[in-house]
Structure formats: structure tokens, C-alpha cells
Nanobody
Framework: QVQLVDSGGGLVQPGGSLRLSCAAS????????IGWFRQAPGKEREGVSC?????????YTFSVRGRFTISRDYAKNTVVYLQMDSLKPEDTGVYYC?????????????????WGQGTQVTVSS
């Protein structure tokens, strides 16, 4: 049974950092593209970043490039991280990780089918 558990959210001041974790069970990370998404109040879910389990390739939405880093813990082999630096108020939202149904890098939520429960990130002074 594929299961994803998101954690690591919290309240942080603008310019601060957070590291989100996505713990996977029931499948091998080698076989999937893992994505991070976020949803702000009143807005649609937005793709933030994704990583290929097969070759480690990554992709970011424009607004987070240079500030966020997605990575995989190869030692544990069951965790994907999203390091978020230089956070801005517009980064506020519920963050979800998910597994893709496709094998290419994508930030389209319709191409993902297994979702974590979400973790709240609030950037505010």
C-alpha cells in the first residue's frame, strides 16, 4: 500500500527557512517521480518542485528557483525533502508531497495520484 506522510511545516518569519519531509512506504522511490505541491487559501493547488527517483533530475516552478531545493535521502531511501530558504509570505500554504503516474518530470497535479496529508507552512512576521 502506497503511503506518504508529510511533515516539517510551521510558522517562520520572512527570510527564514524550513525543511519539509515526505516519508514514503509501500513502494520504492526508485520507481517514481515525487512532487511537492502547495495550496494557499482560496487558490488552486500549485506544483512547486519534483524529483525523478530514477535519475535524480529535478524541476522547480519559477517562483521558487534559487530558494527551494528538493532532494532524496539515499541512505534512508524512503524520504524526500524540500529545503525552503529565503521564505516569503507568498510561500504560505499547505504543502503536499505526491507520487506521479507518469515517469517524466511534471508539476501538473492531475498527473499525480497518491498524496500525503499535507503540512501547513506559514510565513509571517
Amino acid at each position: 500500500q502506497v503511503q506518504l506522510v508529510d511533515s516539517g511545516g510551521g510558522l517562520v518569519q520572512p527570510g527564514g527557512s524550513l525543511r519539509l519531509s515526505c516519508a514514503a512506504s509501500g513502494f520504492s522511490l526508485d520507481d517514481y517521480v515525487i512532487g511537492w505541491f502547495r495550496q494557499a487559501p482560496g487558490k488552486e493547488r500549485e506544483g512547486v518542485s519534483c524529483i525523478s527517483g530514477r535519475n535524480g533530475a529535478t524541476f522547480y516552478t519559477f517562483s521558487v528557483r534559487g530558494r527551494f531545493t528538493i532532494s532524496r535521502d539515499y541512505a534512508k531511501n524512503t524520504v524526500v525533502y524540500l529545503q525552503m530558504d529565503s521564505l516569503k509570505p507568498e510561500d504560505t500554504g499547505v504543502y503536499y508531497c505526491a507520487t506521479a503516474r507518469v515517469t517524466y518530470l511534471s508539476l501538473a497535479s492531475a498527473e499525480y495520484n497518491n498524496w500525503g496529508q499535507g503540512t501547513q507552512v506559514t510565513v509571517s512576521s
